[in-house]
T-cell receptor, first 115, second 116 residues
Framework: DARVTQTPRHKVTEMGQEVTMRCQPI?????VFWYRQTMMQGLELLAY????????DSGMPKDRFSAEMPDATLATLKIQPSEPRDSAVYFC?????????????FGPGTRLTVT | AQKITQTQPGMFVQEKEAVTLDCTYD???????LFWYKQPSSGEMIFLIY??????QNATEGRYSLNFQKARKSANLVISASQLGDSAMYFC?????????????FGKGTKLTVNP
């Protein structure tokens, strides 16, 4: 049963520290998404990649966030420096997207707390 | 700009009854897709159902059906024969295009509670 995996599941860090979240998409999926979920803002799309190329990262604060996909089995989301307002659950999702009924498979999320 | 509106922050339903979760959307795209996801208290996001803007028939997946009214720009989720395990947050989402980029937008969600 293929699943999207994310590490770490929980992260507590101090303001100003660098945070790196990792995602392993489902093998064969061509699109990887990063989302952030908070009570106030709900679920926000931060960035996504198709065939490892970044397609859209307009939802991501550019000055401190960066997303990369160094190979087909790994996507990373980095925050440097982290701030308390970055506290949220960060989801990675992957899918075989062709423009139709393309469902995304979500990972379990990384719960980030910045103090 | 694309927008999804879910007007019901919370809904309650008796077990075995049907419930409708509302979703309206705003887009100028001709081609778009509408999705519903379920998020139980454990936190994972689970895909439920998809409706394409050109699909003439309402989508159905088991106990889930999507009441698609294109002219009214609504895509309500209907859950028949509710079960206790249906208690969760439900998110409506839309995929369309803005400025040449594919965009996915989620609603704020509706918390469904199924009472025994």
């Amino acid at each position: 049963d293929a699943r999207v995996t994310q590490t770490p599941r929980h992260k507590v860090t101090e303001m100003g520290q660098e945070v790196t979240m990792r995602c392993q998409p489902i093998l064969g999926h061509n699109t990887v998404f990063w989302y952030r979920q908070t009570m106030m803002q709900g679920l926000e799309l931060l960035a996504y990649f198709r065939n490892r190329a970044p397609l859209d990262d307009s939802g991501m604060p550019k000055d401190r966030f960066s997303a990369e996909m160094p190979d087909a089995t790994l996507a990373t989301l980095k925050i440097q420096p982290s701030e308390p307002r970055d506290s949220a659950v960060y989801f990675c999702a992957s899918g075989l997207i062709s423009g139709g009924s393309d469902e995304q498979y979500f990972g379990p999320g990384t719960r980030l707390t910045v103090t | 700009a694309q927008k999804i509106t879910q007007t019901q922050p919370g809904m309650f339903v008796q077990e075995k009854e049907a419930v409708t979760l509302d979703c309206t959307y705003d887009t100028s795209d001709q081609s778009y897709g509408l999705f519903w996801y379920k998020q139980p208290s454990s936190g994972e996001m689970i895909f439920l159902i998809y409706q394409g803007s050109y699909d003439e028939q309402n989508a159905t997946e088991g106990r889930y059906s999507l009441n698609f009214q294109k002219a009214r720009k609504s895509a309500n989720l209907v859950i028949s024969a509710s079960q206790l395990g249906d208690s969760a947050m439900y998110f409506c989402a839309m995929r369309g295009y803005q400025g040449g980029s594919e965009k996915l937008v989620f609603g704020k969600g509706t918390k469904l509670t199924v009472n025994p």
